[in-house]
């Protein structure tokens, strides 16, 4: 009788854990009130083409509120240029878009993926750090201010 019990707590525990650790990874990284985040685009000669504020909606994960702003290329299925920005990667602890390039009127910075990515960094009290997400689930808040920069492969990302 007491294997029984033990074997029940036991599953009940791992069952609790799965769950959590589930909803952890598919945290959307949603903004939980109106803001603004100070966005700066370095483009592939390392000029800033852009340094201003960009207002997000409660609600809005980051993709959302720069795709408002600027006309966006993402990554289909295969890493080829899409700018309907349709389709999603989905990948354990992964669900969201490959970004590969970013424009306005004023400027336009475009990635291949092959030779080069868009470089997303945040920062943090004196300097900015590489994200350790994408552009779908990178993590924000009011004020914050995050680096989009063109890199090259082949220089890493230095």
């Known amino acids: 009788m007491k294997s029984i019990i033990l074997k029940i ?15 952890r990874l598919n945290d959307s990284n949603q903004a ?6 100070r966005i700066v685009i370095i483009d592939e000669l390392g000029n800033t083409v852009f340094d201003q ?11 959302d509120a720069i795709n408002r702003e600027f006309n966006l290329t993402c990554a289909s299925s295969s890493y080829e240029a899409d700018d309907t920005c349709s ?10 878009k490959v970004l590969l390039g970013i424009a306005n009127d004023d400027f336009s910075v475009q990635t291949d993926w092959q030779n080069s990515f868009l470089k997303f960094e945040i920062y943090d009290e004196n300097e900015y750090h590489l994200t ?7 993590s924000f808040v009011n004020q914050d201010k995050i680096r989009i920069s063109y890199a090259s492969v082949l220089e890493g990302l230095s």
């Open 132 to 138: 350790t997400q994408g552009v779908s689930d990178l």
């Open 32 to 37: 939980t009130s109106d803001g603004s985040v």
């Open 53 to 63: 504020d960009v207002v997000y909606q409660k609600d809005d994960n980051f993709f």
């Open 87 to 96: 389709y999603d990667f989905k990948g354990f602890g992964y669900q969201g």
């Open 9 to 23: 707590v036991v599953s009940i525990l791992v069952v609790s854990i799965a769950a959590i650790l589930v909803y």
